[in-house]
């Protein structure tokens, strides 16, 4: 049973740069969320996607966006990148129809801005 | 404020004792989930426990038991016959739209 996986596992980009990470969701999950975790911090929620629309929103600009593929699979895509940027990106996927269910995180993607 | 707060940054505890972790939270809402996240150096976040609110019980799974107090909003994580493997990174969080505290990491001493 194949868990959260994310690619690229590390990633390393300039200021004002533009970056996709990808994740494809535990087998039978069909909603996926999206996390920022700064270095010694918690994870902080971006969004969660499901049935390919955004459905929740945390406290982040219009420079996060992303997208859901039919198959369930996400992208988060960041646009004009700032140094604060930099943090381990978490993908979790969940069930939909069990709101509240917990949710199965992958290992993430570091990314360094430069 | 739909806030998570951990007090304690650091705790340590001796191999096979007993150590509890404190979480309280914020909401305005009547029935949510809470949860344990473990989260290891190799960082993959793992559940550990969750906790229905409406439920009076205490969740228990093996060697991992809450203590939840819906009116104090209070969900602390006790840990028993602590493992070396129990060292980590531990994350109190809400459900829904998952709100994390900031951690609590632990260092378990042989």
């Known amino acids: 049973d194949a868990g959260v996986t994310q690619s690229p596992t590390h990633l390393i980009k300039t200021r004002g740069q533009q970056v996709t990470l990808r994740c494809s969701p535990k087998s039978g999950h069909d909603t996926v969320s999206w996390y920022q975790q700064a270095l010694g911090q918690g994870p902080q929620f971006i969004f969660q996607?499901?049935?390919?629309?955004?459905?929740q929103r945390g406290n982040f600009p219009d420079r996060f966006s992303g997208h859901q593929f039919p198959n369930y699979s996400s992208e988060l895509n960041v646009n004009a990148l700032l140094l604060g940027d930099s943090a381990l990106y978490l993908c979790a996927s969940s069930l939909e129809s069990a709101s509240n269910q917990p949710q199965h995180f992958g290992d993430g993607t570091r990314l360094s801005i430069l | 404020a739909q806030t998570v707060t951990q007090s304690q940054p650091e705790m340590s505890v001796q191999e096979a004792e007993t150590v509890t972790l404190s979480c309280t939270y914020d909401t305005s809402e009547s029935d949510y989930y809470l949860f344990w996240y473990k989260q290891p150096p190799s960082r993959q976040m793992i559940l550990v426990i969750r906790?229905?609110?409406?439920?009076?019980q205490n969740a228990t799974e093996n060697r991992f038991s809450v203590n939840f107090q819906k009116a104090a909003k209070s969900f602390s994580l006790k840990i028993s016959d602590s493992q070396l493997g129990d060292a980590a990174m531990y994350f109190c969080a809400r459900g829904n739209q998952f709100y994390f505290g900031t951690g609590t990491s632990l260092t378990v001493i042989p």
């Open positions: 906790q229905e609110a409406y439920k009076q």
């Open positions: 996607y499901y049935e390919e629309e955004e459905r």
